[in-house]
T-cell receptor, first 108, second 117 residues
Framework: RKEVEQDPGPFNVPEGATVAFNCTYS??????FFWYRQDCRKEPKLLMSVYSSGNEDGRFTAQLNRASQYISLLIRDSKLSDSATYLC?????????FGSGTRLLVRP | GAVVSQHPSWVICKSGTSVKIECRSL??????MFWYRQFPKQSLMLMATSNEGSKATYEQGVEKDKFLINHASLTLSTLTVTSAHPEDSSFYIC?????????????FGPGTRLTVL
């Protein structure tokens, strides 16, 4: 079983739509989780950290459910520029473990 | 934010040659650097953790004699792919972290795309 699992997608949504991604992890001892965004042929960039209490940054909301060992990312009012691959990331002893990513395509 | 550079950004080489990739932290000192590899449509896989002044720690399944890592200063780590073969073709990305800072202050380089013919 992979340490971090994501639905590869792609999610194809119209502009303005709300879209949600889920991710499950296997290491219950992990303390820190993140969502990264990766554009084609580019390095990943930190989108946001994920805390147990949940956190929001503009149109993006991240949630952590430790009991079920999954995290989620909600994107509201999708923009064309949101098209990218979203990587679920778990911190394991200061090493980042990446999921394979969920691809999002936002169409006009 | 902090900047990490990689050189070269892309390289094409013949099978059997060695390729060196540099990772530099431009405006901060990085006590720890990480090297990742990403194959098409796959996740980033950590290859090794490089600490300044000491030997790198390799992840399971990564050959240390094939992927030589040197972290001679607080701003430079190098990865040398020795005797490269077509299966080594991949996107190699480094990241740098400052000691004492949270994991989410790990700064990524722009990556190096290696193609071995």
């Amino acid at each position: 079983r992979k340490e971090v699992e994501q639905d590869p997608g792609p999610f194809n949504v119209p502009e303005g739509a709300t879209v949600a991604f889920n991710c499950t992890y296997s290491n219950s001892a992990s303390q820190s989780f993140f969502w990264y965004r990766q554009d084609c042929r580019k390095e990943p960039k930190l989108l946001m950290s994920v805390y147990s209490s949940g956190n929001e940054d503009g149109r993006f909301t991240a949630q952590l459910n430790r009991a079920s060992q999954y995290i989620s990312l909600l994107i509201r009012d999708s923009k064309l520029s949101d098209s990218a691959t979203y990587l679920c990331v778990m911190d394991s002893s200061y090493k980042l473990i990446f999921g394979s990513g969920t691809r999002l395509l936002v169409r006009p | 934010g902090a900047v990490v550079s990689q050189h070269p950004s892309w390289v094409i080489c013949k099978s059997g040659t060695s390729v060196k990739i540099e990772c530099r932290s431009l405006d901060f000192q990085a006590t720890t650097m990480f090297w990742y590899r990403q194959f098409p449509k796959q996740s980033l896989m950590l290859m090794a953790t490089s600490n300044e002044g000491s030997k790198a720690t390799y992840e399971q399944g990564v050959e240390k004699d094939k992927f030589l890592i040197n972290h001679a200063s607080l701003t430079l780590s190098t990865l040398t792919v020795t005797s490269a073969h077509p299966e080594d073709s991949s996107f190699y990305i480094c990241s740098a972290r400052v000691a004492g800072e949270a994991t989410d202050t790990q700064y990524f380089g722009p990556g190096t795309r290696l193609t071995v013919l």
